[in-house]
């Protein structure tokens, strides 16, 4: 009952910037942290930067300063935007959250990592 849709991917020259949203969608008592990694061919997948509700972030190295993760409460939404992009970069980026089911005041399930299709970013002139 509970998705996650990612949008925002494309193909962008070194130095640019993109956008990345997530939105949670379905039976929805509450959300805990959100995230994004990545993961290239033939590589593992990574964490690349996460939130939690009260609004503290966690990067990795190799995007400090670069890339800015928030998040709509209201909208069950996460966002990543990217900036200076460099072709290591390059990957398909997954949104992940921890999501409690349920509806309205009842509980459905305990906590669940929930994850989006993906989408990809391809850096490259």
């Known amino acids: 009952q509970v998705q996650l849709v990612e949008s925002g991917g494309g193909l962008v020259q070194p130095g640019g910037s993109l956008r990345l949203s997530c939105a949670a969608s379905?039976?929805?008592?509450?959300?805990?942290?959100m995230g994004w990694y990545r993961q290239a061919p033939g590589k593992q997948r990574e964490l690349v930067a996460d939130?939690?509700?009260?609004?503290?972030?966690n990067y990795a190295d190799s995007v400090k300063g670069r890339f800015t993760i928030s998040r709509d409460n209201a909208k069950n939404a996460v966002y990543l935007q990217m900036n200076s992009l460099k072709p290591e970069d390059t990957a398909v980026y997954y949104c992940?959250?921890?999501?409690?089911?349920?509806?309205?005041?009842?509980?459905?399930?305990?906590?669940?990592?929930?994850w989006g299709q993906g989408t990809q970013v391809t850096v490259s002139s």
């Open positions: 379905g039976s929805i008592f509450s959300i805990n942290g």
């Open positions: 992940n959250a921890d999501i409690t089911a349920g509806s309205g005041r009842t509980v459905y399930s305990r906590r669940t990592d929930y």
């Open positions: 939130i939690i509700s009260g609004g503290s972030t």
